[in-house]
Nanobody, 120 residues
Framework: VQLQASGGGLVQPGGSLRLSCAAS????????MGWYRQAPGKQRELVAV???????NYADSVKGRFTISRDNAKNTVYLQMNSLKPEDTAVYYC???????????????WGQGTQVTVSS
């Protein structure tokens, strides 16, 4: 299963971006989907996660500014980022708990990352 992330770019402080991540390949089901980010010199951190039932959880640093959603029919997860700050600058990675067949175990699949730069 492959995850393809898109939507990153350069935006001014206070601006918005919407990231998308589509899963493709042999997919029986997808459990939780999420977004992580890694800034230069820092560890990768969880930004937001959404379960298959739509329950969401956010890092404190993005609460009220970012919204995670998913389209189960399209195996796609989104991250709407508003009121962006320079400290949001990072490479953003999507991840998904994938089950390929009815008898296989779930595993985590990762996207390739998309750069988000917030700068004036």
């Amino acid at each position: 299963v492959q995850l393809q992330a898109s939507g990153g770019g350069l935006v001014q402080p206070g601006g918005s971006l919407r990231l998308s991540c589509a899963a493709s390949g042999s997919i029986f089901a997808i459990n939780a989907m999420g977004w992580y980010r890694q800034a230069p010199g820092k560890q990768r951190e969880l930004v937001a996660v959404i379960t298959s039932g739509g329950v969401t959880n956010y890092a404190d640093s993005v609460k009220g500014r970012f919204t995670i959603s998913r389209d189960n029919a399209k195996n796609t997860v989104y991250l709407q980022m508003n009121s962006l700050k320079p400290e949001d600058t990072a490479v953003y990675y999507c991840a998904a708990g994938v089950i390929e067949t009815s008898t296989s175990n779930p595993y985590n699949s990762w996207g390739q990352g998309t750069q988000v730069t917030v700068s004036s």
